[in-house]
């Protein structure tokens, strides 16, 4: 069985804070694989990162880092200084061995303030 | 822009009428996905096609069916339409058979049965 936690349903916060937006999992698998995708106001999801359960360095592409610990079953997305182009709902999704297809988190909706 | 082509963009239609929804994928990619989203049930996911098979299901109802096509495209059709199929449809697509590759997501079809 596989299961993804995104806590945190909906996020406020202004224009150049930090945010950081959870993503618990659960999982028996030791192969695995982590993703976290983006739904913008305009709908479509987009892919911004997939991580395997054997590579746990921590990931950053601009103001975008992701934090993976395998020791809380954790793989944490943040933002760094937000804009509000970053406003989106975003979804942490797990694809464990035993399943052919990865269950998506209910996403946590960042709203960012001018 | 994904790559992932959705018709139609939006469509209205009545209780227990028949609809299709058409997917592209990338180019290169063999697997069609296709989700549900709506605001109470979160993205679900319906079905999975590879290179024209069906490799897994989700919940989907016997109303609903799919295929692949051998030029890869992909056809969600929907019947006997309720008032509570209203929703997001998404298809998505990756290279691969396994839910291990990333997804790219198609724009959506919203439709509305009224």
């Known amino acids: 069985a596989q299961k993804v936690t995104q806590a945190q349903t909906e996020i406020s916060v202004v224009e150049k804070e930090d945010v950081t937006l959870d993503c618990v999992y659960e999982?028996?698998?030791?192969?695995?694989?982590l993703f976290w995708y983006k739904q913008p106001p305009s709908g479509e999801l987009v892919f911004l990162i997939r991580?395997?359960?054997?590579?746990?360095q921590n990931e950053i592409s601009g103001r975008y880092s992701w934090n993976f610990q395998k020791s809380t079953s954790s793989f944490n997305f943040t933002i760094t200084a937000s804009q509000v182009v970053d406003s989106a709902v975003y979804f942490c999704?797990?694809?464990?061995?035993?399943?052919?297809?990865?269950?998506f988190g209910r996403g946590t909706s960042l709203i960012v303030h001018p | 822009d994904s790559g992932v082509t959705q018709t139609p963009k939006h469509l209205i239609t009545a209780t227990g009428q028949r609809v299709t929804l058409r997917c592209s994928p990338r180019s290169g990619d063999l697997s069609v996905y296709w989700y549900q989203q709506s605001l109470d049930q979160g993205l679900q996911f319906l079905i999975q096609?590879?290179?024209?098979?069906?490799?897994a299901k989700g919940n989907i109802l016997e109303r609903f069916s799919a295929q692949q096509f051998p030029d890869l495209h992909s056809e969600l059709n929907l019947s006997s339409l309720e008032l509570g199929d209203s929703a997001l449809y998404f298809c998505?697509?990756?290279?691969?058979?396994?839910?291990?590759?990333?997804?790219?997501f198609g724009p959506g079809t919203r439709l509305t049965v009224t």
């Open positions: 999704a797990l694809k464990a061995g035993g399943s052919y297809i990865p269950t």
């Open positions: 998505a697509s990756s290279v691969g058979p396994g839910g291990e590759y990333e997804q790219y």
């Open positions: 991580r395997n359960s054997f590579d746990e």
């Open positions: 999982t028996r698998d030791t192969t695995y694989y």
């Open positions: 096609y590879y290179n024209g098979e069906e490799r």
